[in-house]
């Protein structure tokens, strides 16, 4: 049996969902409306979901959720609302919610919801995977600035040394980048001593092994 917390202040919404939730047949569904009746169900029974409605007052500050964690650390947290959540979609995904579900959404996406989150697995509207991969791509270049700064490489270094891993000759990177061959020997001289190496092909590795390329 699969126990369930749901958490909505409207008590036929809650009541409803339990209904629907409970044909499935291997859910047990608890219903409660406020963070004090969560709290104090939590103290008293494990619970393996944790649904509940963003747009609930208590929830502004997110305390709820801190508790949660500290009673019933492994509880799912899984949020079910009409609210747009994506102003709040970062320190929730912080606070441990695995995924967000709409109340327009039809039961059995609710269903396939929790049966994911079961599993291990996220669901959550498309919108919000773009913000994610967003924020993916900002920690990537952020990730990559770093490795710069550490060794000290410019871009226009960056920019030979993928030329190199390329098989490119000096001359032709010379003239790819439109500058003279002896810029290129000093920059490769340049950067050979920046990453502590002696030739290209150790150039080459040791940006690959510290995810410059």
């Not at 291997?26 to 963003?54: G, K, P, W």
Request: glycine share 4%.
């Amino acid at each position: 049996m699969v126990n369930i917390l749901v958490v909505d202040n409207h008590k036929a919404v809650g009541e409803g969902i339990k209904l629907l939730l409970e044909q499935e047949g291997i859910f047990h569904v608890t219903v409660v409306r406020t963070d004090e009746e969560s709290l104090n169900a939590l103290s008293q029974q494990t619970f393996d979901i944790f649904l509940f409605d963003i747009n609930m007052p208590f929830l502004k500050d997110l305390g709820l959720l801190k508790k949660v964690k500290k009673l019933n650390y492994d509880v799912i947290k899984i949020i079910y609302t009409g609210y747009d959540i994506e102003p709040f979609f970062d320190i929730l995904v912080e606070s441990g919610v695995s995924s967000f579900v709409s109340k327009t959404a039809s039961t059995e996406n609710l269903i396939a919801a929790i049966y994911s989150a079961l599993d291990g697995n996220a669901m959550m509207p498309v919108q919000l995977l773009q913000r994610l991969k967003v924020i993916d791509r900002q920690k990537n270049k952020m990730e990559l600035m770093n490795q710069l700064f550490q060794y000290d490489l410019q871009k226009n270094e960056l920019a030979l040394l993928k030329l190199v891993a390329a098989g490119e000759t000096n001359k032709k990177i010379a003239e790819n980048l439109f500058v003279s061959l002896r810029t290129v020997e000093y920059r490769l001289t340049k950067i050979f001593k920046k990453l502590q190496v002696h030739s290209r092909i150790e150039a080459v590795k040791k940006i690959r092994d510290i995810g410059l390329l």
